[in-house]
C-alpha cells in the first residue's frame, strides 16, 4: 500500500511532528509512505529525507497561491498513492479538491480545536464529504470535528495516541546536557510559538514574588518569538528566561524542569503536555477540552489572561511536592499503559485498508 501524508507545512511543531512519527511508523510495517506540504520543505523534510522516507512540496507561497493545487496534482499523480491522508485545514482542502479530480480516496485529520478563524469551520462543513472521513487522536478533537465540522460518527475514526515512553532522563542529566547549574525552580513551556500559546502569561508571571527566584525554559521556535524576547526584557525577566530553541527531542529538555505548563488557549492534542508525562514531569495547564482527557495534570487553570492566577497555580504545585510525585508517577504509568506507537501505527493501516477496501 503507498500512502502520501499531506501536511500545511513541515516546520517544526506538534502536527508535523505526529506526520514523522507516523511516517516512519508506516515505513516499519511495509506501508510505502511520502511525505507532503503545501508550504516550501522546512526542517522536518529534512529530517524526514535523513530517515530515507520520501518527501514532496507544492511550493505554495501564500495561502491564496492556487497554482499549489496545480503542482500538489502532478506530484500525486507522480506518486500514485492508493490513498491520501491530510492534516490541518489547508491540506485538508487542498487534499479534497485534488483527490476528488484524481479519484484517489481522502482521509483528513484535524490537528486542534479551531476557535480563532471561523471561516475555516465554514469550509470544512461545505467540503467534509469530500472525503472519507476525519482521524483524530481524542474524544476533544472527535466532538469538534462532530459538533462543529458536521462529521457523522460513522465518518470519525479515532486512533490511538502514540507516544514513546521511552526511558526516563534525570533532572540532574538534563540540567548537564543544557549547561545549566542546579538550584532555581525552573518551569518548562515546549511547542511553536503561535499567539495561541499565549506565552506572555508565563513571562509576566515571573515577576510576581512567589517566582521572582524562579526560571523559565522556553522550547521551541515560531513567529511570536522575537515578540516575547522584547515582553521579557521590557519585564526585567530575560535572565531568568532560556530561549533553548528547537529540538527534535524536547524531552531531554522538559526533563530539566520542576514543572511544565502549558497556558494555551486552544490545543488539540498536545505533545509537548504527552512529553511532560513521559519525562515524569507534572504539569499546570489551561482548562482546555485537550487536557481535560489526560491523566495525572494535577493543575488546569480556567482559560484566563490572569498572570497572578498562573503564578499562584504554579507556587501551589511546587510546594506540594508528594502530591506532585504521585500524580507524575501515574501520567507515566498512563503514557506507558495507552500510548504505545505500534498500536497507532496499526490503528491507521487498519483505516487505510478500509477506505481503500
Known sequence: MRVALLITDLHPGGAPLRIARLARGLREVGVDAHVGSLAPPGRVADELRDAGIPVFSAAARRAADFG?????????????????????FHANFAARMVGRSLGVPVLTSTA??????PWHILLERLTV???????????????????????????????????EAGKLVSRETALRELGLAPGPFRIAWAGRMDPVK???????????????QAELLLIGDGPRRADWQRLAENLGVARRVHWLGWREAPRSAIAAADLFALPSRTEGLPNA????????????????????????????????????????ALVQIRNARAERERLSATAREWIEAECQPAKMVAAHVAIYRQVVG
Open 198 to 212: 499565549r506565552v506572555e502569561l508565563l513571562l509576566a508571571a515571573l515577576c510576581k514574588p512567589a517566582l521572582q
Open 68 to 88: 499549489a493545487l496545480w503542482r500538489l496534482r502532478r506530484e500525486l499523480r507522480r506518486i500514485q498513492p492508493d490513498v491520501i491522508h491530510s492534516t490541518l
Open 112 to 117: 486542534t480545536i479551531e476557535v480563532e478563524r
Open 273 to 312: 503536555v504527552l512529553d511532560a508525562m513521559a519525562a515524569g514531569v507534572p504539569v499546570v495547564a489551561s482548562d482546555i477540552p485537550a487536557t481535560r482527557e489526560l491523566v495525572g495534570v494535577p493543575a488546569r487553570l480556567r482559560l484566563v489572561s490572569d498572570p497572578s492566577g498562573w503564578a499562584e
Open 129 to 163: 464529504g469530500w472525503d472519507r472521513g476525519q482521524i483524530v487522536n481524542s474524544a476533544a478533537l472527535a466532538a469538534h470535528v462532530r459538533d462543529r465540522f458536521g462529521v457523522g460518527e460513522d465518518h470519525i475514526f479515532r486512533v490511538p495516541i502514540g507516544v
